[in-house]
């Protein structure tokens, strides 16, 4: 996602921008998938805690990062076209999921 909305960014290309925002709702996905699979691994055994804590900081940072691309896709967008995306970003908030347990 970085390496394209770079690319997007210097050729100016609103298309490609708007191809990776839309690819944020899968890093989304996968992320809260991990979320629950590590979860599940620290309620079976508690020593698991401690590694599937860390895996958790690592994957959330990544999934920010693509929060941040996502920015600066609408903002190629609006640099074009002098307003943001009409369309809502599709959002799985993972503090939804820990609600669940």
Known sequence: MLRDILDAFYRRD???AMMVRASDAELDRRYNSLFRELLTYMMEDPRNIS???HLLFIAKNI???GDHVTNIAENIWFQSEGRLPSEERVKDN???I???Y
């Open 63 to 65: 999934e920010r990062i």
């Open 14 to 16: 609103t298309a490609a």
């Open 98 to 100: 820990a609600a669940q």
């Open 94 to 96: 993972a503090r939804d």
């Open 51 to 53: 590694a599937c804590v």
